[in-house]
């Protein structure tokens, strides 16, 4: 009979418990889940919220013991704001904090395993363990190795040497062989409109560095400039020939100069434009003639650097009215 009295004040106590949330007698162990706020953790400055709840307050403070696992490394790929969690006295829940950490690697999704040490505990478990995965936000969308935040040229394969853009060597990215009539064919900014002085011819340097002392222009005549001992492209820099004059502004930061005959003398009606190194090897050429309409405004590459050579204002929106861009791209801005 004893026995049977025992049974029900036991039963009695545990129906207290779990319909009024109140246990404070030792009879009685609280249960406990674990429970998180996502069940993933973006790579971006994300964060998870790790909360284990109690069926019931307790009369003492508990501390939970965590265990971290799964396939991303503690440390590594993201940080903890406690290895366990504390839920004081009279409280339901305590908390922690799991943060991403940021890296540059291209990763699958991977798992965070979090779950209560039953070992450190005299208690019973709803849910000892909950899984998080992480997810990587870097992106490589043209597939360079290279990630698209980090990528200035994220739609086209390119080297990583070359912040994820292809290395393009040495071009002619616009040629003035028309500067336009009146003030407004004052391409190289000193004030006087002159039909061989304004003309130009901006080249590109991809990389590398590239040496161009004693190098030559030549138009279907003669040598018409010899590059000055010194002269150095950067990588990703541009040099702009002007006919003549006396060049003003900055261009875009490019390296500036003037023809060493004082003239380019490109042919309106069709020319072709030789480039050769110190030792006479051909480097580049450009041809005048299947673009000999006297446009009265440059041909430029567009898209800058790798496109076909168009008329600046004429089929270029970007250009916003500009009839040349000697040393920045068609939009006015720096390379």
């Known amino acids: 009979m004893n026995k049977s009295r025992n049974i029900t004040r036991i039963i009695g106590i545990i129906l207290l418990c779990l319909f009024q949330f109140a246990c404070t007698t030792d009879d009685i162990l609280p249960v406990v889940a674990l429970s998180s706020s996502s069940e993933s953790l973006s790579e971006a400055d994300g964060n998870v919220t790790i909360t284990a709840t109690l069926n019931g307050t307790f009369s003492e403070d508990l501390n939970f013991n965590l265990n971290f696992s799964g396939s991303a490394n503690l440390s590594e790929d993201y940080s903890t704001s406690s290895n366990s969690i504390t839920i004081p006295k009279g409280e339901l829940s305590g908390d922690i904090t799991l943060n991403s950490i940021q890296d540059t690697m291209l990763e699958e999704p991977e798992s965070i395993v979090v779950s209560l040490d039953a070992s450190e505990v005299l208690t019973e478990f709803s849910t000892t363990e909950i899984q998080i995965i992480l997810q990587d936000d870097d992106v490589d969308t043209d597939g360079d190795g290279v990630f698209d935040n980090e990528d200035e040229c994220p739609n ?169 861009s000697p040393g920045t791209k068609v939009d006015g801005s720096s390379f």
């Open 156 to 324: 086209t394969p390119g080297d990583p040497l070359n912040n994820g853009c292809p290395f393009l060597g040495f071009l002619i990215n616009e040629v003035l062989y028309d500067p336009p009539s009146g003030s407004a064919g004052d391409a190289n900014n000193d004030g006087t409109r002159d039909p061989n002085e304004d003309e130009f011819i901006e080249f590109f340097n991809s990389g590398p560095e590239l040496d161009m002392s004693g190098w030559t222009v030549s138009d279907a005549s003669e040598v018409r400039h010899i590059f000055p001992q010194g002269t150095i492209v950067p990588v990703n820099g541009v040099l702009v020939l002007f006919g003549g004059g006396s060049p003003t502004g900055d261009f875009g930061g490019a390296i500036v100069q003037t023809g060493s005959e004082s003239v380019i003398n490109m042919n309106n009606s069709g020319d072709f434009v030789t480039v050769a190194d110190a030792n006479g090897n051909v480097v580049l050429t450009f041809d005048v003639e299947p673009l000999s309409n006297n446009p009265n405004e440059s041909y430029t590459r567009f898209p800058d650097l790798t496109g076909d050579f168009v008329q600046h204002d004429q089929d270029i929106e970007e250009a916003n009215g500009a009839l040349y």
